[in-house]
Structures are given as C-alpha cells and as structure tokens.
C-alpha cells in the first residue's frame, strides 16, 4: 500500500533525492567510493559545499554580504550559539511556542530577555500581534513557523526597530524571505530540507563579533564563516542530500512555486476540517495558519472516535498523522516534498469517516 507520509520530522523528502542519496552512498559520482567513506577535504566534496551554498543564495536571493553555513548541533545549538553570537546586554524574544520558549530560555543564560509577547494562555493557538520590541534590544528573536501548534507567520520579513534573528527549521524554502531584513536566520534541516543531522544557518557576516565576551571556537560564527562550514568535519552525508534537494527545488520553479503548492495543499486540507462535522482546526486565527503543520481535532460531541480516526487512517496508508502530545488530535505536517495526491488521500479518509458516523 502506499503510504502518505505526514511525519512532523525527520519528514518527508523527493523521492529523486533519496534515491540519488542512496545511489551515492553506494558509489558517488565516479569516485568508485561511497559518500560515507571519503574525506569532506577530498577536492570532489568540497564543490558539493560550494553548489548547496551558490544554490541557498541563489533561491532564497541571498544579498552580499552573508554566509551560508552548515553545522552539526541541530536548531537547539542555535538557541546558545545566537545569543552568545549576538546578545551584549538585553534580546527580545516572541513566545510562540515549544520551540521559541526553549530559544528564550537559553538566552536568558547571557543576558537581559524581554518576552515581548506570549500566547502561551491559550496554548499557542494564535500568534500575538500588536507587540512592541524594545528599541534598545541587540536583535529580536522568533520562530517564523510553529511546528508543534501549527501556526506561521509567513510575512516575507517581521517588522522591527532592531536586528532580527529567525528560527526557520520548519518552513525554509516554503515562502519568499527577505533575508536583508535579518542578521540570522537558522534551522535544523530535517524538516524540509535534508536528513537529520545538518543545521543550516544564514548569517550576515558584518553582524558577527560584535559583542564583548569570549566565544568558545565552536560556537562562533566567525569560525565556521571563515572555515566555509570546513573548521571541523561537517555532517558530509546529510549536505549532499541537501544539495539534491535544492535543485530539486530549482527544478521545480524555485521557492515561489514551493509556496504556491504549499498553499494549495493547506487550503484543500483546512477546507475539509472546515467542512467535515467530525473535525475542527486548533489554530484561532486562520490568518496564523501553518502551511506546513496542519493541526486538528476532534469536534467534543466526537472526541471518543479520535483512536478509531487514527486506526482508520493508518489502515490507509497515512503516516505520522498522531497529534503532538502538547496539542493532542492529528498534525498532518505537509513539507515542500509532499505531494497534493497525499492531502487528497487524507481528505478522502475524513469524508469517508465521517460517512460511517
Ligand atoms: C524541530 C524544531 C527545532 C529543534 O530542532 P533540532 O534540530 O532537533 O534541535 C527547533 N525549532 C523548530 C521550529 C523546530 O521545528
């Protein structure tokens, strides 16, 4: 059967370029080596770099001015490494989530935090708006997609009086961003990018060395803008895989084609929530829907059948559908790779369900 593959992250990828990755870790290019076994120094790895790198500048439309690093650690490592990169004396965080708390808390290990605003009252099912930033704050710091609750801000950049740094593990390369708005913007890459393993950080060089504490070499970016993601050996497997994506993503017509399908799934797929007596979207403010985590549950008077949903829908094939515990329900995560074909097989799974009630 074939299975439609909704998992949050590690997520879905094109299948071209998993089985390119598979065919490079059996023999990459004409090395008559694998990928895993040879030197990320060899000169046949390095031009691997160099094109993810030409080709993250080239579809996001990178200005001068930044570099493109790939590091290990995960998003999480970012939450330390930003403010021991940016934070002198006081940051401004926007509590949107899971992931946006854990970036605020460790921030507060190095200096002044102010919560701008928090949705956390309602479980962060709307992102606040009207908030002011402070205007003596070194940067301002959000998650531009929610993951876990299914919210987005998918505005191009986020207005701001100070420099802004953005967590875009879950939505990079969804929607047009305006990166001459940001001095940083970073992920992991497993959720629309690449395999686990690999973080992706964008970083405006003249932004970095600013502050006046001692950065450990690993954690500071000038390490790795000046090492070109080479000071130590970076996760080689994952960056190809990256690579092969990226011109996947070319391919098919570039970031503004990814947010068209990326609509077109989400509104196929909230319409039938919308619709559908069984169900009913988390998220308040429909403007603040994710694209790329849809999130629903159960309307109360069915809040019983919600296990017999999930069985119902794994017996046809839908994958990773099972809610995050925090919300609860089903999250269909719907990442650049997804094809509308899967939402239509989930949709038809709701009306069918709703059928037999
Ligand atoms: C998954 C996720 C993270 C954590 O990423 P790791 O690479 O596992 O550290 C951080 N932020 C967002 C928005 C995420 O979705």
């Known amino acids: 059967m074939k299975k439609h593959n909704f998992n949050a992250g590690p997520s879905i990828l094109p299948r071209e370029v998993i089985e390119q990755t598979a065919q490079a870790v059996l023999s990459f290019e004409d090395t008559g080596l694998s990928i895993l076994e040879i030197s990320h120094r060899a000169k046949y790895f390095q031009p691997v770099v160099d094109e993810a790198v030409a080709l993250f ?36 965080y926007l509590n949107t989530g899971t992931w946006a708390k854990k970036a605020l808390k460790e921030a507060k290990n190095f200096g002044e935090v102010v919560e701008v605003a928090s949705s956390v009252d309602s479980n962060f099912t709307y992102i606040p708006k009207n908030y002011v930033i402070p205007a003596d704050a070194d940067y301002f710091h959000y998650t531009s997609n929610n993951t876990i609750f299914g919210t987005e801000i998918r505005a191009p950049f986020v207005e701001s009086p100070v420099p802004v740094v953005c967590d875009m593990s879950s939505d990079i390369f969804s929607h047009p961003v305006d990166v001459s708005k940001y001095i940083c913007i970073y992920g992991g890459a497993q959720k629309n990018l690449a395999p686990a393993g690999l973080t992706f950080v964008i970083v405006k060089d003249e932004a970095v060395g600013k502050v006046s504490r001692t950065v450990p070499t690993m954690l500071n970016y000038r390490t790795h803008i000046d090492g070109g993601s080479m000071f130590n050996t970076p996760p080689v497997l994952p960056i190809y895989s990256a690579l092969l994506n990226l011109r996947w993503i070319k391919k098919m017509g570039g970031v503004e084609v990814m947010a068209q399908r990326a609509k077109e799934r989400a509104d196929l797929l909230y319409a039938e929530i919308d619709r559908n007596k069984l ?28 296990a017999e949903f999930l069985k119902f829908a794994t017996d046809k094939g839908m994958v990773g559908i099972k809610g995050h515990r925090s919300v609860g329900g089903f999250r269909a995560s719907c990442y650049n790779a997804m094809p509308l074909e899967s939402v239509q097989a989930l949709v038809d799974c709701m009306q069918e369900f709703e059928k037999a009630h």
């Open 279 to 306: 169900f009913r979207g988390t998220v308040t403010d429909k403007e603040d829907r994710s694209y790329m985590n849809i999130c629903f549950v159960m309307n109360e008077e069915y809040k019983d059948l919600e």
């Open 57 to 92: 500048k080239e579809l996001l439309h990178i200005p001068e001015g930044y570099s493109v690093l790939f590091l290990g650690g995960g998003a999480s490592l970012e939450f330390c490494m930003v403010p021991y990169n940016f934070l002198e004396k006081k940051a401004a």
